[in-house]
């Protein structure tokens, strides 16, 4: 039997969470992960396809992907994939691996240096953040980022040839203004207006701001799926529409189950919640103390529970952010953007996209 009191080499733990399990299970820094899986397969019921643990490595990789796009729901996916007994994807969303395979990022603008801190680039540490799942048939990651980088794309087809591709495609003038209004939440955006920061976008682009600021760029998906066209055959990618995700979650959730070969799932506390929402800070100070480092978050840390810290956390920031009209006109200036676009992507997959073509301006407050 395997020697439980040895700590494998798997690199140093890093978080909070890690360090608490370190702390219940000192032997072995995955145990709790395992544990906290097997209790929720017994709970549930499930007795989905798991492959032999023998001979197996402890350095996975996913054999599936959430590739996009930014704002349009992979946050919700994340969590609810967090829940299923049968799917394994890393506690952090958004490992960006596959589009900085191998590459120092240089990334200038603000929130660069956070970026560029939490980005993996080697392929050994990717696997250590899927070791904890090795036992999973279904091992995956979120990252919206990977639908428009190429490179992302060589990468996927060059290491995971055979992996499962998913992608929630929103209304990309609702989704730009949503990524905004996120940037502005986050305290990194400069320019007080939306307009604003469209006019400045390629001297961002020329400046390498990095990609939470391709807010134009983000959205022609036609062209970005006809990318991943060119290194993966059709079956591999299921591609899904954000207004069937808010209008039909759990059938919209269930398909893209079906599409890995995974099981339903039977419960969820986030499907039918509103998980990072956009919206405009109603105070500042409030959103500061909330996304910045100050003594109080410090304090937060040494004596609250990290679940708790969350919950409240986002109990705050949803209570704090006020819902931003798009402007009639900055509306019409992008769907002259988008028009083409649109055409082109409602022809290559069969659906009927006119509801994404010209509207009166609404508030654009849905989760992502």
């Known amino acids: 039997m395997a020697d439980r009191t040895a700590v494998p080499e798997l690199g140093p733990p890093r978080g909070v969470v890690w360090r ?23 709970k549930l019921g499930y007795d989905g396809p798991r492959r032999p643990a023998a001979g197996r490595s402890t350095m996975c990789l996913p054999n599936f992907l959430v590739i996009g796009a ?67 048939a279904h091992r995956g990651e979120v990252c919206p980022y990977y639908l428009s980088s190429e490179r992302a794309a060589r990468n996927i087809a060059e290491l995971v040839p055979r992996c499962k591709l998913v992608a929630v495609l929103r209304n990309p003038v609702e989704r730009a203004h949503s990524q905004y209004q996120h940037n502005v939440a986050s305290g990194w955006e400069p320019l007080a207006s939306f307009s604003s920061a469209l006019d400045d976008e390629n001297r961002r682009l020329a400046a390498n701001w990095g990609p939470r600021w391709r807010v134009l760029e983000l959205g022609f998906y036609a062209r970005q799926l006809a990318t991943y066209a060119r290194y993966f055959p059709p079956e591999q990618l299921s591609v899904h529409l954000y207004d069937d995700l808010c209008n039909a979650p759990r059938e919209t959730v269930d398909g893209i189950l079906r599409f890995l070969g995974a099981p339903p799932l039977e419960t969820s506390r986030s499907l039918d919640r509103r998980v990072n929402v956009s919206g405009r800070p109603r105070r500042k100070w409030l959103n500061r103390l909330l996304k910045r480092p100050n003594a109080l978050r410090t304090l937060a840390r040494a004596v609250v529970p990290a679940a708790t810290r969350r919950r409240v956390g986002r109990r705050l920031d949803r209570a704090n952010l006020a819902p931003e009209t798009l402007s009639a006109a900055t509306r019409a200036r992008l769907d002259a953007v988008y028009a083409a676009e649109i055409e082109d992507l409602a022809r290559r997959l069969g659906r009927d996209l006119s509801a994404w073509g010209p509207q009166r301006a609404t508030p654009a407050t849905d989760p992502s």
């Open 70 to 136: 930014p704002r349009s729901g992979t946050t919700l996916l994340h969590r609810i994939f967090t829940e299923h007994p049968g799917v394994f994807v890393p506690e952090r969303k958004e490992l960006h691996f596959f589009s900085h395979r191998d590459a120092t990022p240089s990334y200038t603008g603000p929130g660069c240096d956070r970026l560029e801190r939490i980005i993996v680039t080697s392929e050994s540490e990717y696997r250590e953040h899927f070791a904890a799942g090795r036992d999973s």
């Open 20 to 42: 608490f399990r370190r702390r219940l299970y000192p032997g072995d820094p995955e145990l709790a992960v395992r544990m906290r899986g097997a209790n929720r397969r017994s």
